[in-house]
């Protein structure tokens, strides 16, 4: 069940909360174990969602999901008998406002605090996240947005910063025509109702640190790749919590709080970097996160090990995507890349011939900052590369009259325009020349040079 917190303190938020009530049917119900105020007294339930209304702002509700479920009289009344409230929240949205000079904007973030608590919450506290939730949400808003609204991701800040479920919060913004706005408003509640049945948690998640209040990197791993975005640390709450070193705790309550054992680390940050593995966890670059998008992380390590690693760049073909996870690295055999066919096909066609690469090989080595397939390659079987030198020689059959595999080698041959043998003609270099090439008589002298009369056959052997 998802519990939805609406503040009267927030005018947005009780916006967001009428459009819940009016766009879907819910049934009203009362609790009289707990003040008005705290959520008791009148609240709505319906499938997958319980709404409750409080009289504080978000930041200063602690512990929200203990008004959730049933109270005890309720549950004795329909036969349970749970000391404590039944049907307890899976996860909780805060709905409501936010505040600044970004224009139409629906956002969402999590909460806590890496340094001081100056909005609510503990010190060095953070409540539990739910990324992949959060990567619904975003969808949801992208989804919905009214023209006009962008859609963003914050980094974690204010509190509370204990929830008792994995939460986060949702909002509409920036100012007081936005938080007024029913197209807005309507927004906010469509993406929240399109989180009925979602897992707070995904198999991929990591911790963020740097970068601004607003975080596009992280925004794009979460869009973009097949990880999700757990707790984020902009630059100005990790300054704020000090040297990380002193603060190891907080830096370890972020992963175990996003239930994450990798982070990206944007700028320069080597202070926090040794904490961060010292505290036994792996820093990750965005391109490691990109490239390994879809491919299981036993795969991606045993790969790492036998050939090099993705910031040396190692690229993963579609094989390895095909992997099934959790079944362990499958077996594989290393092999050396055919370097001047693979060249040569690069030369007549790069995308294909990337491709070529990637369709045959589990993974591979690459050069030119990973643009350009070379060195060596991880194949299921042998059967593969023989496969993919196939492939490769059948693109060398764009420039060549002719492609056969021989003795251990593609040999291509072509019959073209021969300069030396014009010359030996008496042929002037020029117009002359292109003619010839092109397939048209030339006249040198009073005589006629055709265009076979200065035609080679070429051959080139391709080791394989």
């Not at 700028?267 to 820093?283: C, K, Q, S, T």
């Not at 390895?320 to 959790?326: D, L, M, Q, T």
């Amino acid at each position: 069940m998802i519990a939805i917190v609406v503040s009267r303190a927030d005018s947005a938020s009780e916006h967001v909360g009428e459009r819940l009530l009016d766009l879907v049917d819910w049934e009203s119900r009362e609790d009289d174990s707990r003040p008005d105020a705290e959520g008791g007294g009148t609240y709505y339930r319906r499938e997958g969602f319980e709404l409750r209304k409080f009289d504080d702002l978000h930041l200063e509700v602690e512990n929200a999901a203990a008004a959730f479920g049933e109270s005890d009289a309720a549950a004795q009344a329909t036969g349970g008998d749970s000391p404590a409230r039944s049907g307890a929240p899976d996860l909780l949205v805060f709905v409501s406002r936010h505040s600044g000079d970004t224009g139409p904007l629906l956002t969402a973030h999590f909460t806590g605090n890496f340094g001081p608590a100056k909005y609510g919450g503990e010190s060095g506290a953070l409540a539990e996240a739910c990324p992949n939730a959060h990567a619904r949400l975003l969808d949801g808003f992208e989804a919905h947005a009214p023209e006009g609204y962008a859609v963003g991701m914050e980094c974690t800040h204010h509190g509370p910063s204990e929830v008792g479920v994995p939460s986060l919060f949702a909002e509409l913004g920036s100012d007081e025509p936005q938080w007024d706005d029913p197209e807005g408003a309507g927004a906010v509640a469509r993406a929240v109702l399109d989180l009925q049945g979602v897992e707070p948690h995904r198999e991929r998640q990591l911790v963020g640190f740097g970068g601004g209040h607003y975080v596009p990197r992280f925004e794009r791993i979460q869009r973009e790749t097949d990880w999700a975005v757990g707790h984020v640390g902009a630059d100005w709450t990790l300054d704020a919590m000090g040297a990380p070193e002193r603060n190891r705790d907080v830096i370890a309550r972020a992963f175990e709080r996003s239930r994450a054992d990798r982070a990206v680390v944007e700028g320069d940050r080597p202070e926090l970097e040794a904490v961060v593995a010292d505290l036994g966890y792996d820093v990750a670059s965005e391109t490691w996160v990109r490239e390994t998008a879809g491919v299981p992380l036993e795969l991606v390590e045993s790969l790492e090990a036998d050939l090099s690693a993705v910031g040396a760049g190692l690229r993963f073909g579609e094989p390895a995507r095909e992997a099934e996870r959790g079944a362990g690295a499958p077996d594989h055999e290393l092999v050396d890349l055919p370097a001047d066919l693979l060249a040569e096909a690069q030369g007549i066609d790069a995308e294909a011939a990337r491709e070529a690469v990637e369709t045959r090989a589990l993974a591979f080595e690459t050069a030119q900052s990973g643009t350009r397939a070379a060195g060596r390659a991880a194949v299921r079987e042998p059967a593969d590369r023989a496969a993919l030198v196939d492939d490769l020689a059948s693109l060398l059959e764009r420039k060549y009259d002719s492609v056969a595999r021989e003795d251990g080698a593609v040999v291509a041959r072509r019959t073209a325009f021969d300069p030396e043998a014009a010359r030996d003609l008496g042929v002037p270099e020029g117009p002359a020349f292109g003619k010839l090439s092109a397939g048209e008589s030339v006249t040198v002298d009073g005589e006629a040079v055709a265009p076979e009369d200065v035609r080679r056959e070429r051959t080139r052997e391709f080791p394989v």
